[in-house]
C-alpha cells in the first residue's frame, strides 16, 4: 500500500532560519511521482513541485530546494532564509505514474515563521 | 496555465438539506476529476473519482448515497452532499487532469469549497 508520512506535525522558526521538512513514502510501484504543496490559511493547494520517480537529482527553486533520495525513500523539502509569508501548512504527496491524479497525501506540516 | 475554478467557496446549510459544489475545468476538457476532503487541521483524503460520462468511483468508506458525483460535460463534475449533517461540515477540493500534447499531464486544483452544516 502507498503510504506518505511527514512525522514533524508543527515547526515554529524565526526569520531568516533555514528549515527542513522531511517526507518519507512507502510504494510498491517503480514508477511514481511525488509532489509537495504549499496551503495557506485560505485554504487553496499551492502547486510547489512535482519529481517523478526516475529524476533523483535535487532540485533548486528560488529559496526552495528539494532532496529526493530514492534509497531511504525521502523528499525533504528545505526553504532557505525563511519569511513569516512561509506560514503555512505544508503537504508532501504520492502518486502512481499510471494514475497521476489519484493522489496519496502525507498528514502536512504547520510551519510558521516568527518575525 | 490551466484554471480549475470551484463553486461555491464558502456554504452554511442546516442539517438535512442537500448542497451542491461544482467544479469546472476552464480552459481544458478533464475526463477525469477527482474530489478531496479535508478536516479541520488534517490531512486531504480522496473521496472518489469522477468519470466524464460514467459512475464514480468511490473510495473505501466513502458513502456513494450521501456523496452523488455527477460528470455530465468535459468541464462540469459536480459534488452532492445529500441530506448534510454537522459531521459532514469539512472543505471539499476537486482536481482535475489536463493532457498537453504527448504523455504530458499536469494536475490542478480547484480553490476549494468549505462546507458548514448547521
Known amino acids: 500500500a502507498q503510504k506518505v508520512t511527514q512525522a514533524q506535525t508543527e515547526i515554529s522558526v524565526v526569520e531568516k532560519e533555514d528549515v527542513t521538512l522531511d517526507c518519507v513514502y512507502e510504494?510498491?510501484?517503480?514508477?511514481?511521482?511525488l509532489f509537495w504543496y504549499k496551503q495557506p490559511p485560505s485554504g487553496e493547494l499551492v502547486f510547489l513541485i512535482r519529481?517523478?520517480?526516475?529524476?533523483?537529482q535535487n532540485e533548486i527553486s528560488g529559496r526552495y530546494s528539494w532532496n529526493f533520495q530514492k534509497s531511504t525513500s525521502s523528499f525533504n523539502f528545505t526553504i532557505t532564509a525563511s519569511q513569516v509569508v512561509d506560514s503555512a501548512v505544508y503537504f508532501c504527496?504520492?502518486?502512481?505514474?499510471?494514475?497521476?491524479?489519484?493522489?496519496?497525501f502525507g498528514q502536512g506540516t504547520t510551519l510558521q515563521v516568527k518575525p | 496555465g490551466a484554471v480549475v475554478s470551484q463553486h461555491p467557496s464558502r456554504v452554511i446549510c442546516k442539517s438535512g438539506t442537500s448542497v451542491k459544489i461544482e467544479c469546472r475545468s476552464l480552459d481544458f476538457q478533464a475526463t477525469t476529476m477527482f474530489w478531496y476532503r479535508q478536516f479541520p487541521k488534517q490531512s486531504l483524503m480522496l473521496m472518489a473519482t469522477s468519470n466524464e460520462g460514467s459512475k464514480a468511483t468511490y473510495e473505501q468508506g466513502v458513502e456513494k448515497d450521501k456523496f452523488l458525483i455527477n460528470h455530465a460535460s468535459l468541464t462540469l463534475s459536480t459534488l452532492t452532499v445529500t441530506s448534510a449533517h454537522p459531521e459532514d461540515s469539512s472543505f471539499y477540493i476537486c482536481?482535475?487532469?489536463?493532457?498537453?500534447?504527448?504523455?504530458?499531464?499536469?494536475?490542478?486544483f480547484g480553490e476549494g469549497s468549505r462546507l458548514t452544516v448547521l
Open positions: 510504494t510498491r510501484d517503480t514508477t511514481y511521482y
Open positions: 482536481s482535475a487532469i489536463a493532457f498537453r500534447g504527448g504523455a504530458s499531464a499536469e494536475l490542478f
Open positions: 519529481r517523478n520517480s526516475f529524476d533523483e
Open positions: 504527496a504520492l502518486s502512481e505514474a499510471g494514475n497521476t491524479g489519484k493522489l496519496i
